[in-house]
């Protein structure tokens, strides 16, 4: 279970757990593990081809694209795992 409040579908923004993540590039698959929410790549690509991750309201179709993380992304897993990047 996650820490953020989840009422009537939206997500109390404020309750969002932060994660801090490294400015350099890598895979969204890399970005959702080192963001704790998945334990590994193949676990990622399982969601992804489930429509089970989104990055900043965007549902995640390919976890091998590279990405540059930016403060305040947003990354949600499933319907309840929620993690706020806080690059460092």
Known sequence: AN???VTFGFVDEFAIPERAV???SRSIAQLFIDAKLVSSK???RRLASQRG???NDE???SVDELVHP???WILVRGKH???KLVVS
Do not use: I, Y
């Open 53 to 55: 991750l989104t990055l």
């Open 81 to 83: 795992d929620f993690a």
């Open 22 to 24: 490294s400015a350099e």
């Open 70 to 72: 930016e403060n305040g």
């Open 3 to 5: 820490e953020a409040e």
């Open 42 to 44: 193949s676990e990622a």
């Open 59 to 61: 549902v995640v179709t």
